[in-house]
């Protein structure tokens, strides 16, 4: 059974950062594209991120270039979400999602950026 | 900017058929832009229902269907069931497919 389980988010300041992981199991996590997509509180599905089987493709929407990193560890079936100076924008719902056209999802950590 | 556009809300009698449409800012939407279709229920994640504009994926029932039409990718619903009232989402790729927009979603009532 394919899982995917995010972790990592919380209530973090403006400028602030936070690390998300999402946690896979149940495929050959080195053989998918993987997904970010966020949603605000009561607002619509935003794709943030993918990146490629070995991490070499990575492509972001414009709101988060140069601050938000994706990334990858095959060997942990895992994948990341580095969030660097977070706006209040940023508050959202985040979800990982399997392969470029996000499958299987996760549940979601949820993201805050308030002071 | 690309905007991708959906009717922000429909509404359905059980048993009946609905037709959710897509577009594109960019002009018609063929199926280079692999459109695909998200069903989300309060409080819950979003599920995939189509992928490659009309495939079903295992768990989808086949009263969804997917297409294009008009320019646009369509996502049709026949025989609506009450479980069927969900927010829908559709998702076009662009520049190669590495970049996707999801469109601002249907809110479906079925009344």
């Known amino acids: 059974e394919v899982q995917l389980v995010e972790s990592g988010g919380g209530l973090v300041q403006p400028g602030g950062s936070l690390r998300l992981s999402c946690a896979a199991s149940g495929f050959t996590f080195s053989g998918f594209w993987m997904t970010w997509v966020r949603q605000a509180p009561g607002k619509g599905l935003e794709w943030v991120a993918n990146i490629n089987q070995d991490g070499s493709g990575k492509y972001y929407v414009d709101s988060v270039k140069g601050r938000f990193t994706i990334s990858r560890d095959n060997a942990k079936n895992s994948l990341f979400l580095q969030m660097n100076s977070l706006r209040a924008e940023d508050t959202a719902m985040y979800y990982c999602?399997?392969?470029?056209?996000?499958?299987?999802w996760g549940h979601g950590t949820r993201v805050t950026v308030s002071s | 900017q690309t905007v991708v556009t959906q009717e922000p809300s429909l509404t359905v009698s059980p048993g009946g058929t609905v037709t959710l449409t897509c577009a594109s800012s960019?002009?018609?939407?063929?199926?280079?832009?692999?459109p695909n279709w998200f069903q989300q229920k309060p409080g819950q994640a979003p599920r995939a229902l189509i992928y490659r504009t009309s495939n079903r994926h295992s768990w989808t029932p086949d009263r969804f269907s997917g297409s294009l039409l008009g320019g646009k990718a369509a996502l049709t619903l026949s025989g609506v069931q009450p479980e069927d009232e969900a927010e829908y989402y559709c998702l076009l790729y662009y520049d190669g497919a590495q970049l996707r927009v999801f469109g601002g979603g249907t809110k479906l009532t079925v009344l």
């Open positions: 999602a399997r392969g470029a056209g996000a499958d299987y």
């Open positions: 960019t002009g018609a939407v063929t199926s280079g832009y692999y």
